[in-house]
């Protein structure tokens, strides 16, 4: 890796899944690690492993600006690369999406990596070079049914990752984006918790649809095919990491890059009709409702 290594990167939602993985691989790699997690115990849990463990909740401005400074602190003021991979998804249709469920979904998954950004850019541009990697998903170009809040925070992000690459080129910082599709993590887990807090099943005319979602929310193992282990992101963020031309976008399993051309390909009510059969398929109700 040459003058890469030991080089600090700050990563954010690491208790599980992709940040998860991206930690471990990173420190294999040679990287400094500086791992965030929003709980407590799973701070506790990583430091347990070795890892330079950071609490740090993206919808609190105190938990960013603490979280940077310690990690400032520890590197000295020094820090090559961002990777954003904390996140949520918040289900429900979009006419059940109250102002504080959308604004929650809004907080963490672009409001506070923004500002967490911002606060590590001056660093980046001091050292003359820098990476910034934000996790993405398909559905940061496609829309599903009952997804519309994570949607609309993926699409707002595609959007806000674009006109910051334009605003920094030439300065030695790059920034990419990664847009998964389906992989094993806790977002089903934590999905169906978002879910129970804002909405609730009885007295929503799509409660059938509800309760298949619930039962895909809770079913054991992969809820759908294609499916990748959180390590297949090493890929990807390595080449964003590293490369002298890193990409712009990086998509990441057969339905993204499938979704990805059919939108480009197909005229709008057709790739309407593609998309409402794969959420008809997701959200058929269960036997006997």
Same mark, same amino acid.
């Not at 965030?36 to 401005?61: K, N, P």
């Not at 603490?66 to 020094?78: K, M």
């Given at each position: 890796m040459g003058t890469l290594s030991a080089s600090a990167v700050l990563l954010t939602g690491c208790s599980s899944g992709i940040g998860y993985a991206a930690a471990q691989g990173l420190r294999e790699r040679g990287y400094? #690690?500086? =791992?965030? @997690?929003? /709980?407590?115990?799973? #701070?506790?849990? %990583?430091?347990?492993?070795?890892?330079? @463990? %950071?609490?740090?909740? %993206?919808? *609190? *401005? @105190? *938990?960013?600006?603490?979280? #940077?400074?310690? =990690?400032?602190?520890?590197?000295?003021?020094? %820090?090559?690369?961002?990777?954003?991979?904390?996140?949520?998804?918040?289900?429900?249709?979009?006419?059940?999406?109250? /102002?504080? =469920?959308l604004r929650e979904q809004f907080e963490t998954n672009l409001f506070g990596l923004h500002e967490l950004t911002c606060r590590v850019l001056p660093v980046m541009r001091r050292c003359g070079r820098g990476r910034i990697v934000h996790n993405s998903s398909l559905l940061g170009y496609v829309a599903l049914r009952y997804r519309g809040a994570y949607n609309a925070s993926k699409f707002a992000l595609e959007g806000l990752t674009d006109t910051l690459r334009l605003e920094l080129a030439g300065s030695g910082i790059h920034v990419a984006l990664i847009e998964p599709g389906p992989i094993e993590s806790r977002f089903r887990q934590n999905a169906l918790q978002a879910f129970l807090r804002h909405n609730t099943v009885s007295g929503s005319i799509h409660a059938s649809a509800y309760s298949a979602m619930i039962a895909r929310l809770v079913k054991i193992g992969p809820a759908v095919p294609f499916t990748l282990p959180a390590g297949s992101i090493m890929k990807p963020l390595l080449h964003a990491l590293e490369s002298p031309r890193p990409r712009a976008r990086y998509r990441l399993t057969v339905p993204a890059h499938a979704f990805w051309v059919l939108k480009h390909l197909l005229p709008t009510a057709v790739l309407d009709r593609v998309l409402a059969g794969v959420s008809s398929k997701e959200n058929r109700p269960p036997k006997g409702i």
């Open positions: 400094r #690690v500086l =791992a965030t @997690a929003r /709980r407590h115990e799973d #701070v506790q849990a %990583l430091a347990g492993e070795g890892f330079e @463990a %950071l609490q740090l909740d %993206l919808a *609190s *401005s @105190a *938990s960013i600006d603490a979280a #940077v400074g310690e =990690a400032l602190a520890r590197t000295g003021g020094e %820090l090559y690369a961002l990777f954003n991979n904390a996140g949520y998804g918040q289900p429900g249709a979009v006419e059940d999406l109250s /102002r504080d =469920a």
